[in-house]
């Protein structure tokens, strides 16, 4: 059962918060990255992404969702989910637009600016994922600064006005555990908040992935592992 939502688009702090609910005891967690690490749920999100299914049923087995494509079925997930609390991750919009820029809109394309040449499972999440967020969300425009940065903010409106105050946090990585772990109402680590996946550290991913060598983690279950 899904007891956290994260509502934030992509590159808002999605991965660090991913990292900290597992630590926290709130894993696993599904993200972009287990999509493309796990292929066999794709169906599943394609069911939902066409209205044949809940997106819910994607995430059985997973106790949080995070960044897309979950937050692209944010009310569907919150009517399956009535129990759970939806963590709304943000920054500074001209900060995510960058970052989202250089990393996750400059992956699809190779060196020479062309499209990538994908095959196989990682193709068919690339497409779904183009279809979800890049002509979805964005329209096609996601090069079109203001207007990207226009639907980043009509979706962090949304979810201010449609989810119940007692059911959002509205969260920002600099913020750290307090505010986290007092919505979640669990003690706060013996640790530093996590920084995980800065640009250079997802540029290094792709390339991994796309050469074949990123390693595929072990069976789904329920652990407080790092990504």
């Not at 999100?45 to 079925?73: H, K, N, S, T």
């Not at 994908?118 to 207007?147: Q, S």
């Not at 250079?200 to 992935?209: E, H, N, S």
């Amino acid at each position: 059962m899904v007891a956290v939502i994260g509502a934030g688009f992509g590159r808002t702090g999605t991965t660090s918060l991913k990292r900290a609910l597992e630590l926290v005891g709130f894993g696993p967690v599904y993200h972009m990255k287990e999509l493309y690490d796990r292929p066999e749920r794709l169906a599943a999100w394609l069911a939902a992404r066409d209205g044949r299914a809940p997106a819910a049923a994607a995430l059985a087995g997973y106790r949080a969702a995070l960044g897309w494509p979950a937050c692209a079925f944010l009310d569907g997930l919150l009517d399956a989910h009535p129990g759970a609390k939806v963590v709304l991750t943000t920054r500074d919009p001209d900060a995510w637009y960058d970052s989202a820029h250089r990393t996750l809109y400059r992956s699809r394309f190779d060196e020479a600016g062309e499209p990538r040449r994908l095959t196989g499972d990682t193709a068919r999440v690339a497409e779904f994922a183009e279809d979800l967020i890049w002509r979805g969300a964005f329209g096609g425009r996601f090069t079109d600064r203001a207007h990207a940065l226009s639907v980043l903010a009509a979706h962090e409106r949304r979810v201010r006005e449609s989810v119940p105050a007692g059911r959002l946090l509205v969260f920002r990585a600099e913020d750290g555990w307090g505010p986290l772990c007092a919505f979640l109402g669990v003690p706060v680590p013996d640790a530093p908040y996590p920084r995980d996946n800065t640009a250079a550290g997802f540029q290094d991913r792709v390339r991994r992935r796309l050469a074949g060598q990123a390693v595929r983690p072990g069976p789904e279950k329920d652990s407080g592992a790092a990504e």
